[in-house]
């Protein structure tokens, strides 16, 4: 069957919010006082934006096939991801038929594995899988969900992420996951202040509803299990990313030291079916949370979610908006769906990646009628009117 082709890739880049939601503005909750592994310095304890969390930006892929239908989509990678879309990754698209999916990751991924495998480079990979699914799903006028599998529920439940769980809960999410404020630096202070914080919370929810705490890599493996412990009679339902992506070790032995029914999460930042194999074997944590944009597109989430179910673990993708709630529909080990809080005040639902997404669903009381994804491709629109660069055009 005749199918167009792809005629050209082209990469933007975008400043401000969206898909680099770590690029707000003044006064943002996300750009508070959270701990990371940059604070053991104090110059960089403060703020996020001080040691550079937003400096790359969002990157835009759009990829347009002979017939004019142009598929896009968003996320982080900025200046240097539109470099390797561009100058390296293009040629592996343009020409090919779109369909080819499996033929043009690989030859995106064992090209630049010399100096990729992870981080930025399969960052600008899942970028161009993902306006590629959204191509495909444009041309055959069918939204993804439908092209990977088809829905197995009819609505999303969402848990939200942001400094007011308690808010969470008045607008219907099943549950709260706040910010670690202090880290292994700020000694037993800092712990103390962390899991009062965590117990203020809990006064403020109610024994029941889910609370959960994201430590963003910040810890060492012993302060990841004082915490754990100090914070169970919190009920802490899950500690996550508590260490550095690359500690396995670390992961394996605290998911064997945490307190009994408090689980161990971990992987936005962790890439490709070979990175999240080691999590799996390795007995790292109880729920993986690949981030679509990062971890290799949905071409390799199906991979890294079926090797999930075949261990028997949960898949909860790291935020991602409507690019993880397509593939959530899709999946029985996906019971539910992250929600990024993104008003500053985390006081508000509105949608993830504002401004840059036109159309862009939101949960409401928690929920997301799976009948609200029904459009063709992602079934969201790129905001034309907000200023684009295309710094390496060909
Ligand atoms: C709130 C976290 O520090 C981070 O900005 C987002 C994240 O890790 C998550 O949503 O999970
Ligand atoms: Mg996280």
């Known amino acids: ?20 939601y770590h690029d707000q503005g003044g006064g943002h909750w996300i750009d508070d006082r959270i701990a990371t592994p940059m604070s053991r310095y104090p ?20 990829v347009e096939a002979e017939d004019g239908t142009i598929g896009f989509a968003v996320t982080t990678g900025g200046e240097p991801a539109a470099f390797i879309v ?53 041309l055959r006028e069918e939204p993804v969900h439908a092209m990977i599998g088809g829905a197995v529920r009819n609505e999303l439940q969402f848990y939200a992420t942001g400094a007011r769980p308690d808010l969470a809960k008045e607008m219907g999410f099943i549950g709260g996951k ?8 700020e000694g037993n ?15 403020r929810v109610g024994p029941d509803f889910w609370l959960m705490l994201d430590c963003w890599m910040a810890l060492d493996l012993d302060y990841a299990t004082r915490l754990a412990h100090a914070a169970h009679e919190h009920g802490l339902k899950w ?13 394996a032995q605290l998911k064997r030291d945490v307190p009994k029914g408090m689980l161990v999460t971990t992987g936005e930042h962790e890439a490709t079916r070979w990175g999240f194999r080691m999590l799996l074997e ?23 979610s079926a090797l999930a179910d075949a261990h028997g673990k949960l898949v909860i993708p790291h935020g991602s908006s409507v690019y993880s709630y397509h593939f959530v529909a899709t999946r029985h080990n996906s019971p539910f769906a992250e929600y990024l809080m993104m008003a500053p005040k985390a006081d508000e639902v509105v949608p993830m990646f504002s401004p840059q997404l036109i159309g862009e669903p939101v949960p409401k009381d928690g929920r997301l009628k799976i009948a609200e994804l029904d459009k063709p491709g992602f079934g969201v629109e790129l905001n034309r009117d907000l200023a684009m660069a295309r710094p390496y055009a060909r």
Request: contains cysteine; negative net charge; proline residues 4%.
């Open 239 to 251: 500690i996550e990313e508590a260490l550095s992506p690359d500690d396995y070790w670390g992961y």
């Open 86 to 138: 561009e100058r390296h990754l293009a040629r592996f698209v343009e020409g090919r038929d779109p369909r080819e999916v499996e033929k043009i990751w690989d030859q995106m991924y064992f090209s630049t594995q010399y100096y990729g495998r992870k981080g930025l480079v399969v960052n600008a990979i899942s970028g161009v899988d993902l306006a590629i699914w959204d191509l495909l799903g444009r």
């Open 43 to 62: 110059d960089y304890r403060d703020s996020r934006q001080s040691f550079g969390i937003n400096v790359l930006g969002t990157l835009v892929v759009e």
């Open 1 to 20: 069957m005749a199918h167009p082709k792809v005629r050209e890739v082209r990469a933007f880049v975008l400043r401000g919010g969206g898909a680099d």
């Open 282 to 304: 390795m007995e790292c944590c109880d729920i993986i949370q690949p981030d679509v944009g990062w971890c290799g597109g949905l071409t390799e989430l199906l991979k890294i």
């Open 178 to 185: 706040m910010p670690l404020r202090h880290a292994p630096a």
């Open 189 to 203: 202070e800092g712990l103390r202040e962390a899991v009062d914080a965590i117990g203020e919370m809990r006064a």
